[in-house]
């Protein structure tokens, strides 16, 4: 079952440039998203979330935009540190006001490099 | 800030051996979760539990799981007769309302169970 789905494993980008991860979705009545990133022996850290009747969520370096139409998420990273190395999880979730549960994509390894 | 905190880090245990993994949420939190995500693969949902009773569970959460919430503080997930493909880290998560815009989940640093 691939609801959520992030197609690429990793990505590398230079210290200071822009790193957009990428997540779509197959199911319409998802209403949450959220970013986790996850450092080795640790468990995933919350980022950043957005509502699915907003299209931008802006928090800091990190900015999360949704397009309903076609189903994709996007999480850009401006400027990237090599403190954000770790991977990063989308996640979807239906109904936001209940205790069902979070649907995670397979995660994106993200590597800055100095 | 509160953390959740799951102890042991790192479970060995035989097939067809009981397992209790152990997780402590942030004090405030009310609604508690478990996850877990086999080596290579995605984070997987197993179950929700609210008000003393599980809200929500998969299809992986069967017969050989329960969780319990014996005290004020711990929350618990036990495996009754672990197999092979129980081997994972096992994350618990809480949160302080049901997991909404402004009340994400919190995860635990996990327990890796190895079963052999």
């Known amino acids: 079952d691939q609801q959520v789905k992030q197609n690429s494993p990793s990505l590398s980008v230079q210290e200071g440039r822009i790193s957009i991860l990428n997540c779509d979705y197959t199911n319409s009545m998802f209403d949450y998203f959220l970013w986790y990133k996850k450092y080795p022996a640790e468990g995933p850290t919350f980022l950043i979330s957005i509502s699915s009747i907003k299209d931008k969520n802006e928090d800091g370096r990190f900015t999360v935009f949704l397009n309903k139409s076609a189903k994709h998420l996007s999480l850009h990273i401006v400027p990237s540190q090599p403190g954000d190395s770790a991977v990063y999880f989308c996640?979807?979730?239906?109904?936001?006001?209940?205790?069902?549960?979070?649907?995670f994509g397979s995660g994106t390894q993200l590597t800055v490099l100095p | 800030e509160p953390e959740v905190t799951q102890t042991p880090s790192h479970q060995v245990t035989q097939m067809g051996q009981e397992v209790i993994l152990r997780c402590v949420p942030i004090s405030n939190h009310l609604y508690f979760y478990w996850y877990r995500q086999i080596l290579g693969q995605k984070v997987e949902f197993l179950v929700s539990f609210y008000n003393n009773e599980i809200s929500e569970k998969s299809e992986i959460f069967d017969d050989q799981f329960s969780v319990e919430r014996p005290d004020g503080s711990n929350f618990t997930l036990k495996i009754r007769s672990t197999k092979l493909e129980d081997s994972a880290m096992y994350f618990c998560?809480?949160?302080?309302?049901?997991?909404?815009?402004?009340?994400?989940?919190?995860f635990g640093n996990g327990t890796r169970l190895t079963v052999t």
């Open positions: 998560a809480s949160s302080h309302r049901a997991s909404s815009y402004n009340s994400p989940l919190h």
């Open positions: 996640a979807a979730k239906l109904d936001s006001g209940s205790a069902r549960q979070l649907t």
